[in-house]
């Protein structure tokens, strides 16, 4: 009997399975979120629970599931697809690298120093009634960061999950005098270590409390060091660097974080305006541009300021792979890199086109919305 695959939804995850003989042998879940890309909302369909009983492994299913969840995702409208898995499997699907890890240390003794600013802030652990607080700081702290979740009060689950998947975390609110929520902070569920997986905070002062209370932790805990495993650019992890530290950063060969565009069309128009805005802040700004762009996946094109004279006209041709076209639009790749590969053509102006739309961003996605 040949193998079925059958879906069912659940709030916002879908769930797809192979199904032989009546029995479910493979399955994997699709949440259908959203991401920040260029300041604007864009629908991912991410992929996530992948498994296999045991006995039928080695015989394709996998490989069948991953081939109809790109075109259920494709078919259901989401403008591109993530995963946070295996290496050498994904990018048989279209999946590239994308999203890099960042680590940084602090030494214990240099975080007791932040004990020079703190504030007369009340901790407390963090309660359902945060929640709104908790994403609402969040949200505006990572609007303009490439591929990052964008949280719901109604359907954010917390902080579930630490540093791994199989890591609970655990968490706190700063309050001030009045009661006002003034920072949260969240971090591995750990009796030896101290690893933060998020900071933020409506008054930037009261970084000195969170981090002179993680050093209070690594004390404790008599470990030599806080470890934030958060994007290298964020507030916080610029903050502790006035007291010293060492920031590490993994970009995967082909595993870990990965992604692909599912309908290259639409996600481009979605962009646009965005992208406008970044022409208008360039040499380009009032001229009639259009940039042609083909991959596996179809020609789009681009075209911005149509209605200014045709003589200030300039344009620009790129041929590429919808893989590689992805690590330039979340800005994982830079122009000059993606251009320097094997089978990628470019005329005219469409190297510093590319340079000017796509350049500029850090992808990141916070250890609280993996899946």
């Given at each position: 009997?040949?193998?079925?695959?059958?879906?069912?939804?659940?709030?916002?995850?879908?769930?797809?399975?192979?199904?032989?003989?009546?029995?479910?042998?493979?399955?994997?879940?699709?949440?259908d979120?959203?991401?920040?890309?260029q300041?604007?909302?864009?629908?991912?369909?991410?992929?996530?629970?992948?498994?296999?009983?045991?006995?039928?492994?080695?015989?394709?299913?996998?490989?069948?599931l991953?081939?109809?969840?790109?075109?259920?995702?494709?078919?259901?409208?989401?403008?591109?697809?993530?995963l946070?898995?295996?290496?050498?499997?994904?990018?048989?699907?279209?999946?590239?690298?994308?999203?890099?890890?960042?680590?940084?240390?602090?030494?214990?003794r240099?975080?007791?120093?932040?004990?020079?600013?703190?504030?007369?802030?009340?901790?407390?652990?963090?309660?359902?009634?945060?929640?709104?607080?908790?994403?609402?700081?969040?949200?505006?702290?990572?609007?303009?960061?490439?591929?990052?979740?964008?949280?719901?009060?109604?359907?954010?689950?917390?902080?579930?999950?630490?540093?791994t998947?199989?890591?609970?975390?655990?968490?706190?609110?700063?309050e001030?005098?009045?009661?006002?929520?003034?920072?949260?902070?969240?971090?591995?569920?750990?009796?030896t270590?101290?690893?933060?997986?998020?900071?933020?905070?409506?008054d930037?002062?009261?970084?000195?409390?969170?981090?002179?209370?993680?050093?209070?932790m690594?004390?404790?805990?008599?470990?030599?060091?806080?470890?934030?495993?958060?994007?290298?650019?964020?507030?916080?992890?610029?903050?502790?660097?006035?007291?010293?530290?060492?920031?590490?950063?993994?970009?995967?060969r082909?595993?870990?974080?990965?992604?692909?565009?599912?309908?290259?069309?639409?996600?481009?128009?979605?962009?646009?305006?965005?992208?406008?805005?970044?022409?208008?802040?360039?040499?380009?700004?009032?001229?009639r541009?259009?940039?042609?762009?083909?991959?596996?996946?179809?020609?789009?094109?681009?075209?911005?300021?149509?209605?200014?004279?045709?003589?200030?006209?300039?344009?620009?041709?790129?041929?590429v792979?919808?893989?590689?076209?992805?690590?330039?639009?979340?800005?994982?790749?830079r122009?000059?890199d993606?251009?320097?590969d094997?089978?990628?053509e470019?005329?005219?102006?469409?190297?510093?086109?590319?340079?000017?739309?796509?350049?500029?961003?850090?992808?990141?996605?916070?250890?609280?919305?993996?899946?």
């Amino acid at each position: 009997m040949a193998a079925k695959v059958q879906s069912r939804v659940e709030g916002r995850w879908h769930h797809l399975e192979v199904r032989k003989g009546g029995e479910a042998v493979s399955q994997l879940a699709v949440p259908d979120l959203s991401i920040w890309l260029q300041g604007v909302q864009v629908r991912m369909g991410g992929i996530g629970a992948v498994a296999t009983k045991p006995e039928h492994r080695m015989k394709g299913y996998a490989r069948t599931l991953l081939a109809e969840s790109v075109r259920y995702m494709t078919g259901l409208g989401q403008d591109v697809s993530m995963l946070f898995g295996i290496s050498d499997f994904y990018n048989k699907f279209g999946f590239q690298p994308c999203l890099p890890e960042h680590h940084t240390r602090i030494a214990t003794r240099d975080a007791e120093r932040a004990a020079e600013g703190t504030m007369a802030l009340n901790r407390r652990p963090i309660r359902e009634d945060d929640r709104p607080f908790i994403v609402r700081l969040y949200n505006e702290d990572n609007r303009n960061r490439a591929c990052a979740v964008v949280r719901d009060a109604k359907t954010f689950r917390g902080f579930r999950k630490g540093t791994t998947f199989w890591t609970k975390a655990t968490s706190f609110v700063l309050e001030d005098a009045r009661g006002e929520r003034v920072a949260y902070a969240a971090f591995d569920e750990n009796a030896t270590e101290v690893k933060v997986i998020e900071v933020n905070a409506t008054d930037r002062r009261a970084f000195w409390t969170v981090l002179h209370e993680f050093a209070k932790m690594a004390v404790e805990r008599r470990t030599g060091q806080v470890e934030l495993h958060m994007a290298r650019d964020h507030a916080f992890v610029r903050f502790a660097r006035r007291y010293g530290c060492r920031v590490e950063s993994d970009y995967p060969r082909m595993g870990a974080g990965m992604m692909r565009i599912l309908n290259q069309g639409p996600l481009l128009r979605k962009l646009r305006p965005a992208l406008a805005k970044r022409l208008d802040q360039s040499e380009y700004s009032g001229r009639r541009v259009r940039l042609t762009i083909e991959t596996d996946l179809g020609t789009a094109d681009l075209r911005f300021h149509m209605t200014a004279p045709s003589r200030t006209a300039v344009g620009g041709r790129l041929k590429v792979g919808q893989g590689k076209l992805t690590q330039l639009v979340v800005g994982y790749r830079r122009a000059d890199d993606v251009l320097g590969d094997p089978g990628v053509e470019s005329e005219g102006e469409a190297a510093r086109l590319l340079t000017v739309l796509f350049g500029g961003q850090e992808p990141y996605v916070w250890e609280a919305d993996k899946f």
